[in-house]
């Protein structure tokens, strides 16, 4: 089968992904946060741990006059599995909170997740709060996975306990809690 992501604005492909979309067989999900300065912004990185390579799913407002809010998903292959980088300098918040890993319960074709989460839940359509939300997205795709099997039970209740970890270690000016939702259309 030929997978192809539904043809929607929301949704933006970088070149070349198609190839990569339908053969990568993955095995694992990194939720990581990168850091602006400020804040950090979340992405999903479904992975393949042997070829050490990913599909990265970066959800971010448009700024669009009439509507900034509004989410635009890119999907891109990545020669990593996920982002990873040093430390900061004293004084400087870490340019990356280092992953949420999880192992999938078992491996599979990247596009039966694609097909799940912007077909059948239309993930795409997203409208951030203020700008903010990135993290709530990345919360419910894994919640999405755990529903439909592809995590193990209790990721979901992980992933906050990491959340509550990674403030304390990287203060609440940085790592936001209580987490900013934004919120899905129907």
Not at 65 to 81: E, L, N
Not at 120 to 126: E, F, I, K, N, S
């Amino acid at each position: 089968m030929s997978y192809m992501l539904p043809n929607r604005a929301s949704i933006s492909c970088t070149p070349g992904l198609y190839a990569r979309l339908n053969a990568l067989e993955v095995d694992g999900l990194a939720i990581v946060g990168t850091s602006n300065g400020h804040v950090y912004h979340f992405r999903v990185f479904i992975y393949n741990h042997a070829q050490g390579c990913s599909l990265s799913l970066d959800c971010n407002p448009t700024y669009d006059a009439r509507d900034p809010d509004k989410a635009c998903v890119t999907v891109a292959f990545k020669s990593y599995a996920w982002t990873t980088s040093q430390n900061a300098p004293p004084g400087r918040i870490p340019p990356s909170t280092g992953p949420f890993e999880l192992k999938l319960r078992t491996s599979t074709k990247v596009w039966k997740i694609c097909r799940v989460l912007f077909d059948t839940l239309r993930r795409d359509h997203y409208h951030f709060n203020g700008g903010m939300g990135c993290r709530h997205w990345c919360a419910t795709i894994l919640g999405d996975l755990e529903a439909h099997g592809y995590v193990s039970p209790g990721a979901s209740v992980q992933f906050q306990i990491w959340e509550k970890a990674k403030c304390k270690e990287l203060g609440i000016g940085a790592f936001i809690l209580p987490r900013v939702q934004g919120t899905f259309d129907n």
